[in-house]
């Protein structure tokens, strides 16, 4: 009763009107009302984005070239400028792809894959179909009653956009929908208007300066890179060294390696999230060597037939290892790894005005369900600091550098920021007028 009463009192508020949140991501949709910061309903939509693009590779891998940087001051005149702007009218590098429905909104941008988007008549029914069952097996209500906000991620393709809005509005009669970015919404859980938002998504991260309530558009930075490298190389560690172990102990190990293989990733995802720790910065003593200070973890698998409970033991080598990419560990094969403070934090604050860039470096959040890890936002702090500190044009602001923290769960933030934001007066909707 007395948690009941506690979730009432700090996660709902009166309003004029709610709205309807709609937060599409990448491998998950979040959906509710805005007079509760938390989500009514959290579905996987993988297979609808799968349904909708084949991505393909258009970069080298090669640690010195990351990415491929675009000015786009070089391509366009001064009355093309546009934020919205797609791939195949900034590069030839990608003209033959003459389907890639990618829009920017940022100068300069780090990417090294393109979406080409499939026929239309394959996915659209899909997705129209999808809106309208969170009608009616979620949401249970009139589409009439309440205007929508439409959280979407950076690079959200054109033409989902449109057709969501499309048949939001004309086909379902909602009064209006009004669109805003992420990164931009999961600010609005801190107060304070201005900040770094750091996103990290299922496929990529992104660096996304804020000031004042608008993006800075010439610093946003997207390093390709997020959650589906951190378990594809959480699966490779324990695979490997399970193969290791094997050689000697053929019998325990080798059930125990059978069942690692046939897993799923929704397991894998599992297994991490319960058992993964950020190590400190520099702490060497957290190797494959030396199991004193961080334990292994025994994760209980519940076999098909229900009733076998088969235990997965975890080493403290591969619950801390697999963070190390977004640190710059080139462990990951020969595929590029990037650093998340020396590829995206770093270079999107010199490209923010001087002027404010001890603002911007004071409220730094962290947003994306990885970010949940235990040590995460304490390792990226004292990287970040060490890093400024090496460099004379940024190291005033090291003393100013903060990561905060609101009592939201990064893996919400976005959605609970867009609820604040739905209360606000003088939103722009998009309506059928």
Not at 249 to 271: A, V
Not at 372 to 379: D, I, K, L, M
């Amino acid at each position: 009763m007395e948690d009941k009463d506690f979730v009432t009192k700090t996660d709902y508020w009166p309003i004029n009107k709610s709205c309807i949140v709609l937060n599409i991501g990448r491998k998950y949709i979040k959906v509710g009302f805005s007079n509760s910061l938390r989500p009514l309903a959290i579905l996987q939509v993988g297979e609808l984005w799968d349904e909708c693009f084949d991505r393909f590779r258009i970069e080298n891998k090669n640690r010195k070239s990351i990415g491929k940087i675009i000015n786009q001051d070089d391509v366009l005149d001064d009355d093309q400028r546009d934020p919205h702007i797609k791939f195949n009218q900034l590069t030839s590098d990608i003209s033959n792809n003459i389907n890639s429905d990618c829009r920017i909104s940022r100068n300069k941008l780090i990417f090294n894959y393109v979406d080409k988007i499939k026929h239309l008549g394959k996915w659209k029914i899909k997705w129209l179909s999808f809106l309208q069952e969170l009608y009616t097996s979620y949401l249970k209500c009139n589409p009439k009653d309440y205007s929508v906000i439409l959280v979407e991620k950076v690079l959200f393709p054109d033409s989902i956009r449109n057709c969501i809005i499309d048949y939001l509005i004309k086909d379902m009669g909602i009064p209006g929908i009004c669109t805003i970015e992420e990164p931009l919404v999961a600010l609005y859980t801190s107060g304070i208007p201005t900040g770094i938002v750091v996103d990290i998504g299922i496929s990529e991260t992104v660096i996304y300066p804020v000031y004042n309530g608008y993006p800075i558009i010439q610093s946003i930075i997207i390093l390709n890179f997020g959650y589906n490298q951190i378990i594809d190389y959480f699966k490779r560690i324990l695979i490997r060294k399970l193969d290791i172990i094997s050689e000697d102990k053929e019998d325990i190990i080798n059930s125990e390696l059978t069942i690692i293989k046939s897993l799923q990733d929704p397991i894998f995802e599992d297994i991490l999230f319960q058992c993964g720790i950020v190590k400190p910065q520099n702490n060497h003593i957290v190797d494959e060597s030396n199991n004193d200070l961080i334990g292994n973890f025994e994760y209980n698998y519940i076999s098909n037939d229900g009733i076998i409970y088969q235990i997965i033991s975890i080493d403290q080598y591969s619950r801390t290892q697999p963070f190390e990419l977004f640190f710059g560990d080139d462990k990951y094969d020969s595929e590029i790894v990037y650093d998340i403070v020396i590829d995206g934090i770093i270079p999107s604050i010199k490209a923010c005005n001087i002027d404010i860039r001890k603002e911007i470096v004071q409220n730094i959040l962290v947003s994306g369900g990885i970010a949940a890890t235990y040590g995460f936002e304490q390792r990226l702090l004292s990287e970040l600091k060490t890093t400024i500190e090496l460099d004379p044009k940024l190291e005033p602001l090291g003393k100013f550098i903060n990561i905060i923290s609101p009592p939201i769960s990064p893996f919400i933030r976005s959605y609970s920021g867009a609820s604040i934001y739905a209360s606000l007066p003088g939103l722009n909707f998009i309506t059928s007028k």
